[in-house]
């Protein structure tokens, strides 16, 4: 499994935060950190705020901050939020599935399983 661009520059956004925790901080600053698209990001933000994970401070001095505590931000919970974690689009195997008696899908979705276990085991304040 690949995440996408989208969930890494949230955790990158995340981490950064965490680190970041005495100050408010910019999305420029943070763009600039990782030498990615402020405009991309901005999206990001928006997505983390509607989930409560970043608050937003607005005025001349604003930026961004966590909402919550590193050890309550679940990274199992970001990558559910953000990916679609469905690796075989199958449908019913009796269906649709040409193959008869297939068990890939299923074996698939124990390895997926055991993948976000080892997520949801662990919390932003383990990775900063």
Do not use: W
Request: glycine fraction near 4%.
């Amino acid at each position: 499994m690949k995440i996408t661009q989208f969930t890494d520059f949230s955790l990158r956004l995340l981490f950064y935060l965490a680190r970041s925790r005495e100050r408010v901080v910019t999305v420029r600053e943070i763009a600039a950190y990782y030498e990615i698209s402020a405009e991309h990001l901005k999206k990001i933000v928006r997505r983390l705020a509607e989930l409560g994970h970043i608050s937003t401070v607005r005025g001349k001095h604003g930026g961004l901050r966590l909402a919550r505590e590193p050890v309550e931000i679940n990274l199992g919970e970001l990558v559910r939020n953000f990916e679609n974690i469905e690796l075989m689009p199958c449908c019913d195997p009796e269906v649709c599935c040409p193959v008869a008696e297939c068990h890939l899908k299923r074996l698939m979705d124990t390895g997926l399983a055991a993948f976000l276990a080892v997520l949801d085991a662990r919390t932003l304040a383990d990775v900063i």
